[in-house]
Each structure stands twice: as C-alpha cells, then as structure tokens.
Nanobody, 127 residues
Framework: QVQLVESGGGLVQAGGSLRLSCAAS????????MGWFRQAPGKERAFVAA????????HYADSVKGRFTISRDSAKNTGYLEIKSLKPEDTAVYYC????????????????????WGQGTQVTVSS
C-alpha cells in the first residue's frame, strides 16, 4: 500500500509560482511512477506530468510543457510539481498518484492506470 499526501496549494496571483509536494508513505517508491493530475471546475481530471522514481524519466502534457517541472527526492520519498507563470486557467484541484512502473512501458502508460491517489490540493490563480 502507498499513501500519498499533497500539500503546497493555495491562492496565487497570475504570474506567480507554486511548488506542490506529494509525500509518499507505506512503501518506497523505487519501482513506481508518480503522476500529477488536475481537475478544474466542471471538467474531467486530466494528466499533467509524471516521473519514474528509479530513473527520473519525465513526461508532460503538451499544455504544460515549459511551465511545469516534475521532480522527486528519493531520500524524502516525496515528489514535487513546480508551476511557474501561473494562469487563471491553472485553477484546479491537483492530485498526485502512483503506480507500479515497468521500464518497458511506453510513454502512453504515464497517462493512466494509477492505483494510489492523494486527496488533492487546491490551486486558485487570481487574475
């Protein structure tokens, strides 16, 4: 079992930055991938970014490339999502998730199949 707890959300002005954290407990994530998703009001939850724990390979949704950076600290068993140049359309609940990862998986595997989810953290961007 893996337990995930997000933190770092809040109310930010457009143009600002945030760093979201996802602390994992219950199991070392060395064989996992961690993903970040977001759900804006009235919309479905959407993939944002993912990272494989062992190799730190990353993958981003096209819509966030250049502004979002995913990383992880193995010693702390914690993942991060840094968001720069925040826009009002980034307003959403951000969730982290984890899944067992096979190095032979293609990049399409980053987008789904996550079995463990955090409770989410709200990010609100004011214009």
């Amino acid at each position: 079992q893996v337990q995930l707890v997000e933190s770092g959300g809040g109310l930010v002005q457009a143009g600002g930055s945030l760093r979201l954290s996802c602390a994992a407990s219950g199991r070392i994530l060395s064989s996992y991938a961690m993903g970040w998703f977001r759900q804006a009001p009235g919309k479905e939850r959407a993939f944002v970014a993912a990272i494989t724990w062992s190799s730190s390979s990353t993958h981003y949704a096209d819509s966030v490339k250049g502004r979002f950076t995913i990383s992880r600290d193995s010693a702390k068993n914690t993942g991060y999502l840094e968001i720069k140049s925040l826009k009002p359309e980034d307003t959403a609940v951000y969730y982290c998730a984890a899944k067992l990862w096979n190095p032979l998986y293609s990049s399409s595997a980053y987008y789904g199949g996550y079995g463990y989810w955090g409770q989410g953290t709200q990010v609100t961007v004011s214009s």
